[in-house]
């Protein structure tokens, strides 16, 4: 079991309150996203620990924005102008050995996926025009029919001469990988990853990854939404060295060999068991490849709980946290709302996996606070407000996932001044350095 120690609370005010330790810092007041395009944030290998991070703005313009952490100065640039407005079609972002980055993104449910590439290292203020790269190929194609894009994930991998995987749900409605080995000039025929049988075009899993950048992209994934799937389950698998295994080493099947279905991979969360369906947040993993995930489960909609699940080893180990509350978009008068699954988020720190933030309701607002797992007492848990007595819901929670080890962990968020829907929004990005 983990020994977690909790250093330092800190209290740091927002929604129109003072800071009493720390800075929440406002990077946009006008940028918003998924949380299943990843990563939307990262700590750069420039040499003043740059952040790169991204969002879509309410004219549906895609856009990245780069943060000095040590000179405070940012700069935003539009990578697509006016694309759609929509939350699923923010960027996630890789950055090549050469210092290039990389930017990925696509309409919700379209026929292109883009590629952006800054034109000089480690600057993220000029961007080549967006290219469209379509890695779905003829032998998906003539197996599963038409399909389109949502969703990029890109990872490079060090110790498969770099690399660039790259994941989303494409063919199928299902989780797909392509690879370039030439940093992203042209990709492989795309593969369907996980893929219930007999095949429907309905069931759609969620997806969460998760890469060391070196040899390891960890995945946690759902039977599909919790809309749609009477019981939705919570499944773990690892891609390593061309082949996927479940938690306890044991492989599924090579990369040639897939798809696997869902209940080939470990079994995180079995919601058959219960009736009460779920969905996943984040996905992290320790020094030695154990993996932490964060998920919610729903016994109805209105009562989203949070569960913090890692491996030891050898052993899954689940706990509850809080329930946090319900959806967080503002509904209508009058109306059904339409995602009533959206909860507040989690995110899990990937330098401390025992250490998450998440969004839950507060005194009838969303706010974020800082939990810090234990497993020395009875008490499992130090909580500490991010957030508090704001005037607007604070959702979404990511930390930026780091190049190397950072001493910095970068807790960004959306302050939200309307979200209706995924197609109707304006919120601001906010920053808190721990």
Known sequence: MRKIAFALSFLVLAGGCTSTQNEIIELTNDGTWCWFSDPRAILTNSGDETLLTGFVKEDGSVAALQYSLSTGKKFEAILSEKLEVDDHNNPAFAQRPDGHFLAFFTKHHNTDLYMCVSKNPADATQWEKPVPINPN?????????????????????????????????????????????????????????????????????????????????????????????????????????????????????????????????????????????????????????????????YPNEENHIYHYAFFDGETWHDTKMVNSGKWFPHTPEGENEREPHYSGGMAVDPENPGTLYIS???KGTFEIEKWVYSDAGEERWTISPVTQNSTNDQVRPVVAKAAGTSSKTVVLWNAINRYVHY????TDVKMYVD
């Open 360 to 362: 839950r309701e507060v």
């Open 423 to 426: 197609t109707d929004f304006r």
């Open 137 to 297: 190929g003829k032998a998906a194609h003539e197996k599963y029919g038409d399909s389109k894009y949502t969703y990029a994930n890109p990872f490079v991998l060090s110790e498969e001469n770099n690399r660039i995987y790259l994941f989303g749900r494409w063919v199928g409605f299902k989780p797909n990988v392509s690879w370039s080995d030439d940093g992203g000039k042209t990709w492989a025929e795309s593969r369907v990853v996980v893929c219930p049988q007999p095949f429907n075009w309905g069931e759609r899993p969620y997806v969460k990854y998760f890469s060391n950048g070196k040899d390891k992209i960890h995945m946690v994934f759902t039977d599909g939404h919790p809309r749609d799937e009477p019981t939705n389950s919570v499944y773990y698998t690892c891609y390593h060295n061309g082949a996927f295994y479940r938690s306890n080493g044991e492989k599924i099947c090579t990369i040639d060999e897939l798809p696997f279905e869902p209940r080939d991979a470990s079994v995180v969360y079995d919601a058959t068991e219960t009736g009460h369906r779920a969905w996943v947040y984040d996905i992290v993993a320790d020094n030695n490849g154990n993996p932490s995930i964060a998920y919610a489960r």
